[in-house]
């Protein structure tokens, strides 16, 4: 238990860095220096000392959307992956939990939208849940594809049966999964060319015009909470493409953290050669997830 409970806070202390590469490797193609790798930290130091200026129209459910949201991603990081290592919260079945752990903290965060009776909030929510509807049965079907491979039942069971072998003899299997959730890994964590983190226009917003209301601690919460998903469903990626597991505590934990980085690296680039998508060509991209999934469940199934 002590180790998973280290893997845990190991998780909470490194998620905003992911952030910070994403963001260097982004500078870096700009051929600008960009901000240091711990800026997301000083935002949320300053953040957190900051007065919260609240609207005339917000109820205390706008103010409880935050807290609900990061509350519902802590728990669900205590079932992630790390490493094809038991995590700190295991057992069967614990996969359809996380997947309405983050259900919650999605709803949480568009109720709170809708609370501030903000037309472009609104406009916000009706987008992610939108979206919502394809990139949720996408994540879910991977993650029962992987299970029906591996013949696990828990999140831990799952990545700690993935091995070279599995991959050799399931290789078009597990490289549908891997595709279809690096599809939703950049749809849910609203970037490009699902969304674009960064814009300022509000009629192109998804994720970013439902937080605009909020400020002072509780978009720190809300901007810690992003950090925590992007590791969250990075780490599912990190784990599918790095199925070798050396026994050592140490050495797995290492190179998960750096397959990690690695991905925030890919992301970057990503976000540095190609364009947002058109607003109503997003779908066709989760679309696409979400017919990778099927396909590998199928697939695995009549095998």
Known sequence: MTKQLA???????LSPLLLGVVNRVKAFFAGRRGPPLPQLYFDLYKLLHKT???????????????V???????????????????????????FILLVYLLGMARFATVIAALDTGSS?????????????????????????????????MSVSGIFG????????????VLALVTAALFLVFLAENSRVPADDPNTHLELTMIHEV???????????????GASLKLWLLGSFIACS??????????????????????????????????????????????????AFSALALIFQVGR
């Open 7 to 13: 893997q845990y806070l190991v998780v909470l202390a």
């Open 52 to 66: 919260p200026v609240y609207s005339r129209t917000t109820t205390r459910v706008f103010r409880a959307g935050p």
């Open 68 to 94: 609900a949201a990061l509350a519902c991603l802590l728990t669900a990081l205590a079932i992630a992956p790390f490493g094809g290592r038991p995590s700190f919260f295991a057992f069967d079945g614990d």
């Open 120 to 152: 472009f909030e609104g406009m916000g929510a009706s987008r992610e849940v939108q979206f919502a509807v394809f990139a949720e049965p996408a994540f879910f079907l991977a993650l029962a594809a992987l299970a029906k491979t591996t013949g696990a």
């Open 161 to 172: 049966a993935l091995t070279p072998a599995v991959w050799t003899t399931a290789a078009p």
């Open 210 to 224: 439902m937080v605009l209301d909020h400020s002072g601690p509780e978009l720190a919460f809300i901007l810690y």
């Open 241 to 290: 493409v790095l199925p070798r597991h050396s026994g050592s505590w140490l050495t797995d934990a290492g190179l998960f953290t750096a397959a990690m980085f690695a991905i925030a690296v890919v992301v970057g680039v990503v976000e540095s050669i190609m364009a947002r998508l058109r607003m109503s060509k997003v779908p066709y991209m989760l679309i696409t997830a979400l």
